[in-house]
T-cell receptor, first 114, second 115 residues
Framework: DGGITQSPKYLFRKEGQNVTLSCEQNLNHDAMYWYRQDPGQGLRLIYYSQIVNDFQKGDIAEGYSVSREKKESFPLTVTSAQKNPTAFYLC?????????????FGPGTRLTVT | AQSVTQLDSQVPVFEEAPVELRCNYSSSVSVYLFWYVQYPNQGLQLLLKYLSGSTLVKGINGFEAEFNKSQTSFHLRKPSVHISDTAEYFCAVSYYTGTASKLTFGTGTRLQVTL
């Protein structure tokens, strides 16, 4: 089955540690996205990538970093510079050939930093 | 700039009753509109989308929405809800920046269906 996988589903870290969230897709989509979700705030865009080896900052990129070395993979690193990292993180992808309009989402990773 | 407003943060409704979840958008360019559903601790699933054509759009699970350009609205409706419809619903607008396509989401409406 085609889809997006995110691992792990739950992640716990101590304050001051960097942590990397995995996102893999087998939909052959060009574009991939990372969102952060907090209660009552909807989804906010962290980073996005339209093609391999290229990515752009979204609305709340500070304290985060990404890489796009392969079409299928778009890992997100939450660095110690992110002041409030505890949140639910969602990865998505879209098909450039269909105008990117519709995004497909992974199941999410809930990160808790104490 | 694009923005989406979901006027109700929570909507309680009894099972088998009709429901409407409201969504208003603002945009200076052509828009493409979506409704997504999120069950607890899961990702988002597309319910329906409006790209062009008929303003009445039918989606999965018996939901439908009507695009109203003059009122800049895209309200979601279901004539008879089920307990399993309890979830968070997000309205979103897609727009092209010239180099990339993005989605802007509303803050969500929690639909609580009870017996």
């Amino acid at each position: 089955d085609g889809g997006i996988t995110q691992s792990p589903k739950y992640l716990f870290r101590k304050e001051g540690q960097n942590v990397t969230l995995s996102c893999e897709q087998n939909l052959n989509h060009d574009a991939m996205y990372w969102y952060r979700q907090d209660p009552g705030q909807g989804l906010r865009l962290i980073y996005y990538s339209q093609i391999v080896n290229d990515f752009q900052k979204g609305d709340i990129a500070e304290g985060y970093s990404v890489s796009r070395e392969k079409k299928e993979s778009f890992p997100l690193t939450v660095t110690s510079a992110q002041k409030n990292p505890t949140a639910f993180y969602l990865c998505a992808s879209s098909d450039r050939d269909r105008g990117h309009y519709e995004q497909y989402f992974g199941p999410g990773t809930r990160l808790t930093v104490t | 700039a694009q923005s989406v407003t979901q006027l109700d943060s929570q909507v309680p409704v009894f099972e088998e009753a009709p429901v409407e979840l409201r969504c208003n958008y603002s945009s200076s360019v052509s828009v493409y509109l979506f409704w997504y559903v999120q069950y607890p601790n899961q990702g988002l699933q597309l319910l329906l989308k409006y790209l062009s054509g008929s303003t009445l759009v039918k989606g999965i699970n018996g939901f439908e929405a009507e695009f109203n350009k003059s009122q800049t609205s895209f309200h979601l409706r279901k004539p008879s809800v089920h307990i399993s419809d309890t979830a968070e619903y997000f309205c979103a607008v897609s727009y092209y920046t010239g180099t990339a396509s993005k989605l802007t989401f509303g803050t969500g409406t929690r639909l609580q269906v009870t017996l």
